[in-house]
């Protein structure tokens, strides 16, 4: 395959987040007097945004617009003070990284993070390398899978769409390469199942982060 760039989703693709995640929203939800969750559901409740972030993990009975709103509120307050507690790029990351540079593809991230902490996090704990954008949910930014961010990155790097590898861990990271005219990658080792990355349209699976400089 003669791919000229790599677009990454973040969480649960280059850093495993789920346990600062699950420890800042159960935070949250304590001082609303609502119950915690399980770090294990967190994996299905992330993904699309902190709006759906919130819907999904308050009782259905609350999930009314003031009770969403503040429930973000806290999660970012909580999520400022541990984001980076036990957060770290998963086995292999830094090798995949390295070889991406050396054979001299450009290299991406568009996440459904706010894109203040999406900036955060790639630029403390991914500082070794050189991302030729970095982009979360932000004013103008869609959050995926609409495909605008995805094609906004390949604008403003320079790289047609269709020469795009996307890697990325769930069925809205395959749904946006889908539309954007990227090949889906899915990363099995992150936070969704290989049957989901299949089912919505992942070309190909990998289970390590090294597995996809074999197919540049």
């Given at each position: 395959m003669n791919y000229q760039a790599v677009l990454f989703d973040l969480d649960g693709t280059l850093l495993d987040t789920i346990d600062d995640l699950a420890d800042s929203m159960n935070a949250a939800l304590e001082q609303l007097g609502f119950p915690g969750h399980r770090?294990?559901?967190y994996r299905f409740f992330v993904g699309d945004g902190v709006d759906t972030f919130a819907r999904r993990v308050l009782p259905?009975?609350?999930r009314d617009e003031p009770t969403v709103a503040r429930c973000v509120e806290l999660l970012r307050e909580e999520y400022a003070n541990?984001?980076?507690v036990k957060t770290r790029p998963y086995d292999g990351v830094a090798e995949m990284l390295n070889g991406l540079t050396a054979r001299g593809l450009a290299m991406a991230v568009l996440s459904n993070k706010p894109d203040d902490s999406t900036k955060l996090c790639v630029a403390n704990l991914l500082s070794n390398w050189r991302f030729n954008m970095v982009q979360g949910v932000a004013d103008g930014f869609a959050p995926k899978p609409d495909p605008a961010g995805a094609?906004?990155?390949a604008e403003t790097i320079g790289i047609a769409p269709g020469e795009f590898l996307y890697l990325g861990d769930?069925?809205?990271d395959m749904k946006t390469a889908k539309a954007a005219g990227m090949y889906p990658v899915g990363a099995t080792w992150g936070f969704r199942p290989a049957d989901e990355l299949s089912a919505n349209g992942a070309k190909?699976?990998?289970n390590h982060p090294t597995d996809l400089l074999e197919l540049i």
């Open positions: 770090v294990g559901k259905e009975d609350r541990r984001w980076n094609l906004k990155v769930t069925n809205t190909t699976l990998i």
